[in-house]
């Protein structure tokens, strides 16, 4: 750096001389004398002060922005985290009311069929290769014993397969070892369904027998286990082979047990 003055003293002494006595000169237009050189002093020193200046506004530009983007990200952030905290609240409040739906479904149910009952929640699901079960959360302590029915306000869910003092396995109508006596709402007929893992079959029906798709099937009270009239399943197929005395006779449960989550016990 000292070398670089050195060898361009000169010209830096008069450089400086110059914006010296251009400094003065404008100080003196500015105040008001040598007014014939008001305004090519001001154009000069003009130019000059929007070339110093413009590097401090623009990074006073900057600043400003990069403080606005900064604000906004934390704003953004905040909304984010409060739009987070009401989707959670509503999905709470949602499963809430859901559950006081099915609460009063039951309690509806209840009312309509006078019977000594228990309520339970479902507390663990078994879906394995050649059963349907689940167990609930309450059990011998709460007076249920095997082989009781156990409902939901949809209609019949299954049967209680074994039991502890806290909480209870059932079957589920769609296991394979399930067996309810039926019979068709619209005629009376009579048949046995046995679960078939995803569905249930309508055993021992007369080929001759009228049972067509739609029909819904109620329990026909002869099995000693559930009571007269409750609804079990809907008919979806059926098929007749001149082979067999039987129809075929395919249903879907009433209950969706697959999304159950309250059933009630029927005690007596």
Request: proline share 4%.
């Amino acid at each position: 750096m000292p070398g670089f003055i050195a060898r361009h003293a000169k010209p830096l002494a008069i450089l400086a001389l110059f914006l010296a006595l251009f400094w003065l000169v404008t100080f003196q237009v500015k105040a008001g004398r040598l007014p014939f050189l008001e305004r090519p002093v001001l154009a000069v020193s003009g130019f000059f002060e929007r070339i110093i200046i413009a590097p401090f506004r623009f990074a006073e530009s900057a600043l400003r922005g990069y403080v606005f983007l900064v604000g906004t990200s934390r704003e953004n952030e905040r909304l984010k985290q409060e739009r987070d905290r009401l989707r959670l609240e509503n999905s709470i409040t949602a499963e809430l009311l859901l559950e006081n739906e099915r609460f009063r479904d039951l309690l509806g149910f209840r009312k309509l069929h006078p019977l000594t009952s228990v309520m339970a929640e479902v507390i663990a699901k078994d879906a394995a290769p050649s059963s349907r079960t689940i167990t609930i959360n309450r059990g011998s302590d709460e007076g249920i014993a095997k082989d009781m029915a156990v409902v939901s306000a949809g209609g019949v869910v299954g049967k209680v397969l074994a039991v502890l003092p806290g909480t209870a396995k059932i079957m589920l109508l769609t296991d394979p070892g399930s067996t309810l006596a039926v019979r068709v709402q619209r005629n009376r007929e009579e048949g046995l369904l046995e679960g078939k893992l995803d569905r249930c079959a309508l055993k021992y029906v007369s080929y001759y027998a009228d049972i067509q798709e739609g029909d819904l099937l109620v329990t026909s009270g002869l099995d000693g286990i559930f009571p007269k009239g409750l609804p079990v399943a809907t008919v979806v197929k059926v098929s007749k082979h001149e082979a067999t005395a039987f129809q075929s006779v395919l249903a879907v449960p009433t209950v969706g047990l697959t999304r159950l989550e309250e059933v009630l016990v029927l005690t007596k």
